[in-house]
């Protein structure tokens, strides 16, 4: 066998068992399963996240809101009977007194039905009818008498708290409040995608990093590897295996590192997803097809103003706290209450004759009166009508601020996905001339032109320049998601319809 066969064999073999010892030392690849997209997450999200739970439950406690202040003029029915029996000692009868006198005794009964009417003027209407039945042992024409009785009593505010846009205020209030939270579901909605798209987007990024690690420790292992066997036929010295032997332990210790922000990363999506055992693996994940990068202000600033939550959030907050500020002010008005009623009655000898005699009978009655009442100076209503006025000012100040702080957003979020594009364009550049400069760095080693400390700045550059360009995609998905969430464009990007 001559020596060069000989030589090359030894290498082989070399090789070959450094091979196996680094396949039993070499960390745990990261977990595949099946293919997971981001559109699965977000629906699941949506499905099962916490938080879209909670307002969902909001909503529907604002929706029974209107109805509560819709009921207050719903119709009210009532019932009633009553009996009272009355025996007086201290008076005795005109008719028996001759016969030594007994006390005077009564025993009476009847049943009433009413219907009361709250309306929109501020007023209300009840309309009454009775039946009674009045025995006593005193002298009287109809022993018992049947009493009918119908009437109708109206009572309305003239001045603090009339009128309907005074008392429909309440009913609007609740309906504004209904708004504001199906514009906190919106936003939880957007908060939620939003959260989905980074968590995903970081899972696939740490994802590749843990790969662009696991090809640094790869290059590094073969370059000890060669750099053993080069010392054993005399080409290197042992500082040049010690300097390998250093690149493979770095490049161990940050593949650990990323393995850990590997499993980080999974856990947070599984959170947003609204997962609670924490123990299916997060499938495959892969970059969604990038969406039209081409952005500007003026386009985004009037989808973040109509589409957003924030501002109309504020928006209908402030004609609530005018609706409050109308009524603070009608209170500051006197109390002027006008009544009125009227009514037929009857006296029969039967409860049919007293309820067929009722219309139109000969009795008859009515009433009208005004009452007027006015608190001294009225100082607590007026102070409540300023803290009202107080609160439109103020919720109009929240108003401008949010709209600047929503300008500033929005040029940041355009100004992000701008320089986002750009970055991927000069990231993947540099990627392209790092993997030349080590490919080149590693011919002139090979050549007995360069050290291996330089193929290992040569293959650290690389790594760096990969993961550069791995943030940089990832980034500039990421601003794109911000944007979206600003407009509130994301939710057709995946097809989410809230009134559904």
């Not at 009818?129 to 006593?136: E, F, H, K, N, S």
């Not at 980074?198 to 292992?221: G, H, P, S």
Request: aromatic fraction near 6%.
């Amino acid at each position: 066998m001559s020596r060069i066969t000989a030589v090359t064999l030894s290498i082989a073999l070399s090789f070959a068992a450094v091979a196996a010892t680094r396949a039993e030392e070499a960390p745990p690849a990261a977990p595949e399963g099946p293919a997971l997209t981001l559109e699965q997450c977000v629906a699941q999200a949506l499905a099962k996240n916490f938080a879209v739970k909670i307002q969902t439950y909001s909503l529907d406690s604002a929706k029974a809101a209107v109805i509560i202040a819709q009921s207050t003029y719903d119709p009210v029915l009532g019932v009633s009977w009553q009996k009272e029996v009355n025996l007086n000692p201290a008076v005795t009868s005109v008719v028996t007194a001759g016969a030594g006198g007994r006390p005077l005794s009564t025993d009476n009964q009847g049943a009433t039905a009413s219907v009361t009417q709250s309306v929109i003027t501020g007023g209300t209407v009840t309309a009454t009818y009775a039946l009674g039945r009045d025995l006593t042992n005193a002298s009287s024409p109809l022993n018992p008498a049947y009493l009918g009785n119908s009437s109708i009593t109206v009572s309305q505010p003239l001045l603090q708290g009339a009128g309907t846009d005074y008392n429909r205020a309440v009913i609007d209030r609740a309906r504004l409040g209904q708004k504001i939270a199906g514009l906190n579901f919106k936003s939880s909605v957007l908060t939620t995608i939003l959260n989905v798209e980074t968590a995903y987007f970081n899972v696939l990024y740490t994802r590749q990093q843990y790969r662009v690690a696991e090809d640094t420790l790869k290059l590094a292992q073969e370059l000890l590897d060669e750099n053993t066997i080069k010392r054993k036929t005399g080409v290197l010295t042992d500082l040049d295996v010690v300097q390998a032997q250093a690149g493979v332990a770095t490049a161990k210790s940050q593949l650990i590192g990323f393995k850990q922000a590997m499993d980080n990363a999974a856990d947070v999506l599984l959170q947003a997803l609204g997962e609670r055992e924490f123990k299916l693996p997060v499938g495959a994940v892969a970059f969604p097809p990038l969406p039209d990068t081409s952005v500007a202000f003026d386009l985004s600033y009037k989808l973040a103003r109509d589409n957003g939550p924030t501002l109309a959030t504020i928006e209908t907050t402030i004609e609530q706290y005018k609706l409050d500020a109308l009524r603070a002010k009608r209170n500051n008005l006197p109390q002027l209450n006008a009544t009125g009623s009227m009514g037929y009655g009857s006296a029969e000898n039967s409860f049919n004759n007293a309820n067929s005699g009722l219309w139109p009978g000969t009795g008859h009655s009515w009433s009208a009166g005004l009452t007027f009442s006015v608190p001294w100076g009225m100082r607590s209503n007026k102070a409540l009508y300023r803290q009202a006025m107080d609160n439109v000012n103020s919720e109009q100040v929240a108003l401008d601020q949010a709209d600047q702080a929503l300008v500033v957003s929005v040029r940041n979020a355009v100004r992000s996905v701008q320089s986002s594009v750009e970055s991927v364009a000069a990231a993947s550049s540099a990627a392209v001339l790092s993997q030349k400069q080590y490919d080149l760095q590693k011919a002139k080693f090979e050549a007995g032109l360069a050290t291996s400390y330089d193929v290992l700045q040569a293959q650290n550059q690389l790594e760096s320049a990969r993961v550069a360009e791995l943030q940089a995609q990832v980034g500039l998905r990421v601003s794109l998601a911000s944007l979206r969430f600003l407009e509130g464009s994301s939710l057709d990007s995946y097809r989410v319809n809230l009134q559904g």
